[in-house]
């Protein structure tokens, strides 16, 4: 018997790492109110802040393939971006699947749903369709960054005012909410309930990316058609919508590795995570396990190379803070 189950340990990983992002996020905020003048304590700035600025991180991205230049106004952005992308390459989406606080998000709100007896299955022509526009946002962000703009724009808008202070200007998005804003938000946690996964499957552009980089990754979900009783229940427990009972090998776009399949499975050995290179069997928890070691991996390079926290000085900043 299983110690831990695969269901117990997505959750407990991804409820961890939200609660380190709210973290992050108190401590960024009391980081700005010192610098902009309205707190007396000093908080130095917490370089994960910048992981929520995944467009700012693909400008550095270009900028580091073209001109070999490591970002150092949110070098903490570009390192996890990268790592993101790397993680995607080795064990598909474990991003999604354990680390994202959206993701969790999400997760609760299908448990809700699911408690609710309200969840609706998007299948055939219809998910294709709802798949589209995460697609179309992704294509434009790569377009206009990779082949719209030179590299003398990109170091402008990276050397810019409004770059400096993003995670500022997400702060304000956040805590000052307009009506509309907040009628999108509240329609996207509403369909959540409904139609399971709703944004992380039909909206976010950065999932978009690492499904795509994931079809690379020599690990997935191997089904042993002998074995198969053909119950229906490994599709059902999918975030992701997959048909897992008619495939051999799991290798769609959709899959974030979370193994929920293999954890309702009624018969043992059916289902198994694989690597499809050598076609041995691994643990199931080698995603959970191999997307935390890249972060923790990359995390402990930057630092160590000065490529996590900005060498600009906290002057500058606060002069663009208080330009806001």
């Known amino acids: 018997m299983r110690k831990i189950s695969p269901e117990l340990l997505r959750d407990s ?90 993701g969790f998000i999400h997760n609760l709100l299908h448990k809700i749903g699911r408690k609710i007896g309200k969840t609706i299955r998007v299948r055939g022509k219809v998910e294709l369709a709802m798949l589209i526009p995460k697609y179309i946002l992704l294509a434009f962000f790569t377009n206009m960054v990779f082949f719209k703009m030179g590299a003398d724009e990109v170091n402008a808008f990276i ?45 976010c552009p950065y999932g978009a990316l690492l499904g795509i980089l994931s079809k690379l990754s020599p690990v997935a979900i191997k089904r042993d058609k002998d074995k198969c009783v053909s119950c ?16 051999e090998t799991v290798n769609s776009a959709e899959c974030v590795g979370c193994t929920q399949c293999i954890n309702v499975c009624p018969v043992d050995g059916c289902l198994n995570v694989t690597d499809r290179l050598s076609r041995v069997k691994l643990p199931w928890y080698v995603i959970a396990a191999g997307s935390l070691i890249i972060l923790l991996v990359y995390y402990a390079a930057a630092q160590f190379t000065n490529h996590w926290d900005s060498p600009y000085p906290l002057e500058m900043l606060r002069k663009y803070y208080m330009m806001m």
């Open 159 to 203: 050397h810019s005012p409004y770059n400096f202070t993003a995670e500022a200007r997400m702060l304000h998005f956040f805590t000052d909410m307009s009506i509309t804003p907040a009628l999108i938000v509240g329609t996207i946690l509403v369909l959540g309930i409904i139609i399971p996964y709703f944004w992380c499957r039909f909206l």
């Open 232 to 247: 229906g229940k490994c599709n059902r427990a999918c975030p992701g919508g997959i048909e897992v009972d008619i495939k």
């Open 13 to 102: 990983i991804q409820c961890a790492m939200t609660l380190f992002c709210i973290w992050v996020g108190y401590r960024f905020y009391l980081f700005y109110q010192w610098i902009i003048g309205k707190s007396d304590i000093a908080v130095t700035k917490p370089g994960a802040v910048e992981g929520f600025l995944p467009i700012s991180a693909l400008l550095s991205l270009k900028q580091l393939f073209t001109q070999g230049i490591f970002d150092e106004v949110h070098p903490a952005g570009l390192t996890i971006f990268i790592a993101v992308m790397v993680m995607s390459l080795i064990v598909r989406k474990g991003f999604c699947g354990y680390l994202c606080p959206v």
